[in-house]
């Protein structure tokens, strides 16, 4: 399940990623980001993810499909997980996400609004 986060505005959105995620939710989510890029150059967006976080193959590739084809216009996301693999997986991620402009940052559950700041800064 993804569920829009209320502290989301302008070009920063947050989303709660619980479960998982099917192609429907996929598409959905897409859209509520296309919808920013409308009206914003870049979009930065903070993921919640639940510790049953996960992705169907059709959903995974739906997602990473969109990110390839609209790198230029990612500029900020935070990852914010208790989960080794998810820290694990932004550390070894991130150099090649700077090489676009995309900065990426993980954070633990308890550091939350420290994931909200550095997302909005």
Not at 84 to 101: E, I, Q, R, T
Request: aromatic share 10%; hydrophobic share 45%; net charge negative.
């Amino acid at each position: 399940m993804i569920k829009q986060l209320p502290e989301s505005e302008g070009s920063v959105l947050g989303f709660e990623i619980s479960g998982k995620v099917s192609l429907e939710e996929e598409k959905e989510w897409i859209q509520k980001i296309e919808a920013v890029l409308e009206n914003h150059q870049k979009v930065s967006i903070l993921a919640v993810l639940s510790d049953s976080a996960s992705w169907g193959v059709q959903a995974g590739f739906e997602d990473l499909k969109w990110i390839m084809s609209h790198m230029k216009r990612l500029d900020k996301i935070a990852f914010v997980s208790n989960s080794n693999v998810w820290k694990w997986l932004v550390a070894a991620d991130s150099p090649f996400a700077k090489m676009f402009g995309i900065h990426e940052q993980h954070f633990e559950h308890e550091d939350l609004n420290k994931a909200w700041q550095w997302i909005r800064d």
